[in-house]
Nanobody, 131 residues
Framework: QVQLVESGGGSVEAGGSLRLSCAVS???????????MGWFRQAPGKEREGVARIFFTGSGSTAYADSVKGRFTISRDNVKNTLYLQMNSLKPEDTAMYYC????????????????????WGQGTQVTVSS
């Protein structure tokens, strides 16, 4: 079965940095196909929102939500089957539970940063940014 395990969350002061990791296993169903991985976050009482995504196979192209662009960097290590999210210049509004997810590319190779496109999810890792 597919398993995603996030790590690297914690508490940090505003302006600090964290690096999240997501270990991936059991992606046999995606063998030979194009798929994406993304980072999402959800704060209490808020909807789950997309943060960033990357083509885990293929080009490795990335996309970011406007709220994190220039501060966060998503990357992949295909050998280790690991997804990363480097978060710099953290703000209190970044406080949330962060989830990694995987999903198959849709028609025309589209991968959007929307939860509905992703099939597998990790358990989440908490990020708390204090003022």
């Amino acid at each position: 079965q597919v398993q995603l395990v996030e790590s690297g969350g914690g508490s940090v002061e505003a302006g600090g940095s964290l690096r999240l990791s997501c270990a991936v296993s059991g992606y046999v169903r995606y063998s030979g196909s194009l798929y994406c991985m993304g980072w999402f976050r959800q704060a209490p009482g808020k909807e789950r929102e997309g943060v960033a995504r990357i083509f885990f196979t293929g080009s490795g192209s990335t996309a970011y939500a406007d709220s994190v662009k220039g501060r966060f960097t998503i990357s992949r290590d295909n050998v280790k089957n690991t997804l990363y999210l480097q978060m710099n210049s953290l703000k209190p509004e970044d406080t949330a539970m962060y989830y990694c997810a995987a999903g198959r590319a849709r028609t025309f190779g589209v991968c959007q940063i929307i939860p509905d496109q992703y099939d597998y999810w990790g358990q989440g890792t908490q990020v708390t940014v204090s003022s």
